[in-house]
Nanobody
Framework: QVQLVESGGGLVQPGGSLRLSCAAS????????MGWYRQAPGKERELVAR???????NYADSVKGRATISRDNAKNTVSLQMNSLKPEDTAVYYC??????????????WGQGTQVTVSS
């Protein structure tokens, strides 16, 4: 059994910052890519940022220059630092990870989501 647990969401004023964290736990053999997605009301879930086990990153154009994704491979955690937040960043943010539970078996896992609201 593998779980992804997010933390760090909440209400932030426009221009503010926040840091989201996600911890993976359970029967983990190894973790490949980890990332953050978001889904705003009435919209499809979209990629925010993703990081490989080697540290390569990619970001959505909408957050480039404002977001930084990082991971701690020893602790099986991934974090997302977002600055200069805008109302359009309001969404439920989901942690995602490609986790191997054995040498030969892996699966893509999702966290339960954490609400981020950017409003004055």
């Amino acid at each position: 059994q593998v779980q992804l647990v997010e933390s760090g969401g909440g209400l932030v004023q426009p221009g503010g910052s926040l840091r989201l964290s996600c911890a993976a736990s359970g029967s983990i053999f190894s973790i490949n890519a980890m990332g953050w997605y978001r889904q705003a009301p009435g919209k499809e879930r979209e990629l925010v940022a993703r990081i490989t086990s080697g540290g390569s990153t990619n970001y959505a154009d909408s957050v480039k220059g404002r977001a930084t994704i990082s991971r701690d491979n020893a602790k099986n955690t991934v974090s997302l630092q977002m600055n200069s937040l805008k109302p359009e960043d309001t969404a439920v943010y989901y942690c995602n990870a490609d986790i191997m539970t054995s040498r030969y078996y892996g699966y893509n896992y999702w966290g339960q989501g954490t609400q981020v609201t950017v409003s004055s």
